[in-house]
């Protein structure tokens, strides 16, 4: 589910859910706040395993008219986005394939983002009925600014990797047989620097629009409980799991 490994002084978190493409369950979710919240290490790495980074919440594991969505929020995305805000190391995202919905925002919540050229980010939520959470309808627009942000949550269209480092989205793109060279190089270099110094650095620029994204975490929660609560919601879920196009009400 989760792989934890500690080589040095870099500790990789790997998403290990490969068969539905590194989809969040609700142990999941546990497991790597869990582990973010207990490095000890100078740098931490998040990636999935096989084809994609994370699909985002499990929708296999939804039941939509008996999910309290606004608990789920508050009680296991919210707190995972912040284990990796409050971690005292720099994290890196090394977005090796797609991160779609809460997967593409769990990446964005991170340090720095690299991801493989071939690698895509999708604001999938509008497709099964929901808002954007795990902080991206804050962290988005800030990035990337509003037209292009409402551009990407309301069309839910895949965003390139290499659009997505035009844009201001992630820190890089890169030709995917580089990708685990670079990944690994600029985790080394953050290893080796002055841990007190990039610790502090990343608290300073964190702290600026902490309380603005607590707040924007809790709207949030309040809108995804009124999109869980809706009918589309329903529909969306069924027409991923049928392999069909929606019908909206
Ligand atoms: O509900 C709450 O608790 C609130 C929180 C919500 C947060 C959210 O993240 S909402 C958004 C949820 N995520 C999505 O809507 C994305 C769903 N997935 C996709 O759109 C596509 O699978 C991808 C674009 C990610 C990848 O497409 P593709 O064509 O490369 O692969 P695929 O064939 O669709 O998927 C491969 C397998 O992974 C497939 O299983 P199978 O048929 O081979 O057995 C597919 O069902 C599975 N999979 C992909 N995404 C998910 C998933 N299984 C469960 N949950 C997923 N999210």
Same mark, same amino acid.
């Given at each position: 589910?989760?792989?934890?490994?500690l080589r040095?002084?870099i500790?990789?978190?790997?998403?290990?859910?490969?068969?539905?493409?590194?989809?969040?369950?609700?142990?999941l979710?546990r497991a790597?706040?869990?582990?973010?919240?207990q490095?000890?290490?100078?740098?931490v790495?998040?990636?999935?395993?096989?084809?994609?980074?994370?699909?985002?919440?499990?929708l296999a594991?939804?039941t939509?008219?008996?999910?309290d969505?606004?608990?789920?929020?508050?009680?296991?995305?919210?707190?995972?986005?912040?284990?990796?805000?409050e *971690?005292?190391?720099? @994290? %890196? $995202? +090394?977005?090796n394939? &797609?991160?779609?919905g /809460?997967?593409?925002?769990?990446? =964005? *919540?991170?340090?720095? @983002? %690299? $991801? +493989?050229?071939?690698? &895509?980010?999708?604001? /999938?939520?509008?497709?099964?009925? =929901?808002?954007?959470?795990?902080g991206?309808?804050?962290?988005?627009?800030?990035?990337?600014?509003?037209p292009?942000?409402?551009?990407?949550?309301?069309?839910?269209?895949?965003?390139?990797?290499r659009q997505?480092?035009a844009?201001?989205?992630?820190w890089?793109?890169?030709?995917?047989?580089?990708?685990?060279?670079?990944?690994?190089?600029?985790?080394?270099?953050l290893?080796?620097g002055p841990?007190l110094?990039?610790?502090?650095?990343?608290?300073l620029?964190r702290?600026?629009?902490r309380?603005?994204?607590?707040?924007?975490?809790?709207?949030?929660?309040?809108?995804?409980?009124r999109?869980?609560?809706?009918?589309?919601?329903?529909?969306g879920?069924a027409?991923?799991?049928?392999?069909?196009?929606?019908?909206?009400?």
């Amino acid at each position: 589910m989760l792989r934890k490994e500690l080589r040095g002084d870099i500790l990789t978190l790997t998403l290990d859910r490969p068969q539905a493409m590194n989809a969040l369950t609700s142990p999941l979710r546990r497991a790597l706040t869990e582990a973010l919240r207990q490095a000890s290490a100078r740098v931490v790495v998040i990636t999935g395993e096989g084809r994609g980074f994370c699909a985002g919440q499990d929708l296999a594991e939804v039941t939509p008219d008996q999910v309290d969505l606004q608990a789920v929020l508050t009680e296991e995305y919210e707190p995972m986005i912040r284990a990796i805000l409050e *971690a005292p190391m720099p @994290v %890196i $995202a +090394a977005v090796n394939g &797609v991160a779609a919905g /809460a997967g593409a925002n769990l990446a =964005l *919540a991170c340090d720095v @983002v %690299i $991801a +493989a050229e071939s690698a &895509v980010f999708i604001q /999938a939520f509008t497709r099964i009925g =929901l808002v954007p959470d795990a902080g991206g309808s804050h962290v988005l627009p800030a990035q990337i600014g509003l037209p292009r942000a409402l551009g990407a949550v309301l069309f839910a269209e895949p965003v390139p990797a290499r659009q997505a480092e035009a844009w201001g989205m992630i820190w890089q793109a890169v030709p995917d047989a580089e990708f685990a060279g670079t990944v690994a190089a600029r985790a080394a270099q953050l290893a080796a620097g002055p841990t007190l110094a990039l610790s502090e650095a990343k608290r300073l620029l964190r702290a600026a629009d902490r309380e603005a994204l607590a707040a924007q975490m809790a709207r949030e929660a309040a809108a995804q409980a009124r999109a869980g609560a809706h009918p589309d919601f329903r529909e969306g879920v069924a027409a991923f799991r049928e392999r069909r196009a929606p019908r909206f009400l």
